[in-house]
């Protein structure tokens, strides 16, 4: 199956801004055109979703994208019935409604849901590339056109919600990190519109504010909320309270820790 062709004869001309950092663009379609399913694993904010959407753009599919909880279910994903009318009538899932039609089914953050997820997603991650429906009869085979695509965050989740080998080795992987400086210095100043020369600093801010994960930060400083201070600041808003507000704050809640925070962004932006 050929990637859709723009009207003007570019794929990409629609598709959301992404900046490759090595072969995952080749590696991603050549696992959709094998029918292989893929785990995209790295730290929040390092641009997993936006990737696959720009993958989705590029080759031309419908994108179905869950965002993995701790409520969610199998059912969720596969339907159930619901009363419509005074009938009950069965209603498709995410999933099921991406087998159906074709299409990438995207759960972000997947070892987030409940572990009856996992056991559904098996029988599409093998050779098989089915999906049964218990409450309906229905054994589904997924199209040429269906692909399988999970992530999560390695570095954040805890031991109860690591993913399991079993559940792990049936996909093919690409580990994602954040951008060299100097890319992530040109896709900032692309998505926000802040000279780059404006960008550069809070590029190495976050870079400094990244060391200290696993310190005092849980989490260090992600692309996306770069791009969010760039946005203040295109927007008019002081370096200084931009970098609060954006870069600061969704960090850490602890006064002390906060302090020292403002303090690095001081010696660095000012």
């Not at 629609?14 to 995952?24: H, L, Q, R, S």
């Not at 997993?48 to 965002?67: C, E, N």
């Not at 969610?72 to 069965?90: C, H, I, K, M």
Request: aromatic share 6%; net charge negative; charged share 25%.
């Amino acid at each position: 199956m050929k990637p859709a062709v723009h009207a003007l004869g570019d794929p990409l001309a629609t598709a959301p801004f992404y900046a490759p950092a090595g072969n995952e663009c080749a590696l991603f379609e050549l696992a959709w055109r094998r029918g292989l399913p893929l785990l995209l694993k790295g730290p929040t904010g390092c641009g997993k979703t936006r990737f696959v959407a720009h993958m989705a753009a590029r080759l031309g599919l419908p994108l179905h994208t869950v965002a993995c909880h701790d409520d969610l279910t199998a059912a969720d994903l596969t339907g159930r019935y619901l009363l419509r009318g005074g009938d009950t009538v069965w209603t498709d899932g995410p999933l099921t409604r991406a087998v159906r039609e074709g299409g990438i089914c995207y759960l972000d953050e997947v070892v987030e849901a409940r572990k009856d997820v996992a056991v559904v997603l098996h029988p599409l991650t093998d050779d098989r590339r089915i999906l049964p429906l218990e409450r309906t009869g229905e054994e589904l085979a997924a199209p040429k056109s269906f692909m399988l695509v999970v992530s999560y965050n390695p570095g954040y989740q805890s031991l109860l919600k690591a993913l399991k080998p079993s559940t792990r080795q049936r996909f093919v992987a690409i580990e994602f990190d954040f951008l060299p400086a100097a890319q992530e210095v040109a896709v900032v100043a692309t998505e926000s519109g802040l000279p780059a020369e404006r960008v550069r600093p809070l590029v190495t801010l976050a870079g400094r504010l990244r060391a200290l994960k696993g310190h005092d930060l849980e989490e260090g400083v992600s692309t996306r909320l770069i791009v969010y201070c760039a946005s203040l600041m295109m927007a008019g808003l002081p370096a200084a309270e931009a970098v609060l507000a954006a870069m600061i704050e969704p960090l850490t809640d602890e006064p002390d820790v906060k302090a020292a925070l403002i303090e690095v962004a001081k010696a660095v932006v000012g």
